[in-house]
């Protein structure tokens, strides 16, 4: 893990900030969800988020939002939040130094990682959207929903790649 990374302070959308390693201490695993306001994607998955948030809110799972870059306003992030009903705490990234550090390249895209900070499961949350703009009816592959049981009973998690489909992170 990159000590730089894991011991930055990030400023929150609430105006708090935290540290990484912080973070990471205060679960037994954590999820990073990179999310663009604008994204279509990242506003027609905010159902999907909600639950999968509420079901692991017991389990020792953080969740928290990403917002890479500068080309969207906290203000922006927070209207999103609101208007889609989201409940976690948005992460800054504006010098993408989260987003470069895990490779996250496309909103929404998941990173599921260890108290250490090793990646465990990044991609897509499920196989919903099989390219921009074009879904599947019925999704069969729930890959974060997969991860996360998997992940707290130590066992491996199958995929722990997958390639996310959305916007890109700019």
Known sequence: MDEDVLNKRFDLTNG?????DSALQENEFSVLL?????CPLCQN????FSEIIEEYNNESIGFYGVLSGKYYTREEMNE????????????????????NH???TI?????????????????AIDNWAISLGQKRIKTT???LNDALPASLQGKEIDPSRTKPIGCYIE
Not at 16 to 20: A, D, I, N, S
Request: hydrophobic share 40%; glycine share 6%; net charge negative.
């Open 107 to 123: 909103t929404p895209e998941a990173v599921l990682i260890s108290p250490s900070g090793k990646d465990l499961y990044q991609g």
């Open 45 to 48: 998955y905010s159902v999907k």
């Open 141 to 143: 592959e729930f890959y």
């Open 16 to 20: 708090q900030y935290l540290t990484l």
């Open 80 to 99: 999103f939040l609101k208007k889609y009903e989201l409940d976690l705490p948005i992460i800054e990234d504006p010098a993408f130094n989260l987003a």
């Open 102 to 104: 895990y490779g996250a």
């Open 34 to 38: 990179f999310l663009s306001p604008e």
